[in-house]
């Protein structure tokens, strides 16, 4: 029985319905895509994303590569010279050092108490911490801390330790400059644990204006000047002409 051939306006009607099934399909997929958008969004500027310190917490010591850039602000070149300088410290003189970086702290306490808790969290005996420093920057907050164990601090000094906290750190991060504060903030531990000179604290810059006002002593002795200035032009401008004057009548 022969095969029988669909008509041309059957034809049309075939491809009319595949193209607005390919429509629907594509509607779908556009819808489908703007959802996902949306609902990454939304987890992006939710609470949850928010709590990135609890997430750090959660997570293993980086012993490896000694740093949990949760901020996302350090460069790959940053990174990479952590991992290979720190590595390399900790088998030269036996000290461990992890670097963190956080958005903001949805926990309780400052600072100072989140790093300790790191500390407790990663290396949780005497033993296992006592070599042990962590370094933390928050980047909203422009602060850090350094948290160790005692024979760290003890061989970091608290001079040293201080003024990471409150000058290194909080003065880069204030421009922004969180990789320059990381790295500066390391070579200062590991320097002061090898007994090396400390490269020191960054200088604040002194953006105070200078005035282009005048002061009251500067003032009244412009006023005074002004005065006498006037004071002899009037007289110049009153007797020179009556002087004239009374030269012309007598002649």
Known sequence: MPVRRASSSCRR????SAVDNEREVAQKGWKNAAAAMALSAALQFSG????????????????????????????RITKGELARELTQFEKETGYHIDVVTTRKLQSRGDVFEYADNLLEKWYPTLEE??????????????????????????????????????????????DEKYNEAILSSV????????????????????????????????????????????????????????????GYVRK
């Not at 009607?13 to 009319?16: G, H, L, N, S, V």
């Not at 997430?55 to 590569?65: F, I, N, S």
């Open 13 to 16: 009607q075939i491809r009319a």
């Open 48 to 75: 949850v994303a928010n709590a990135s310190d609890f997430d750090v917490l959660r997570e293993p010591a980086p012993t490896e590569k000694h740093f949990v850039d949760d901020a996302g602000v350090l460069s």
């Open 129 to 174: 911490g006592d070599k042990k420093g962590v370094l933390v920057l928050i980047t909203t907050a422009k602060e850090g801390a350094v948290a160790g164990g005692p024979t760290f601090n003890g061989a970091v000094g608290d001079a040293i330790l201080e003024s990471i906290s409150t000058e290194s750190l909080p003065i880069l991060a204030t």
């Open 187 to 246: 070579k200062r531990l590991t320097n002061a644990i090898k007994k090396l000179p400390d490269p020191g604290a960054p200088q604040v810059a002194d953006t105070k204006r200078v005035s282009n006002f005048k002061t009251k002593e500067e003032t009244a002795d412009k006023r005074g000047q002004f005065t006498t200035v006037v004071g002899g032009l009037l007289v110049i401008a009153f007797v020179v002409p009556m002087v004239q004057y009374f």
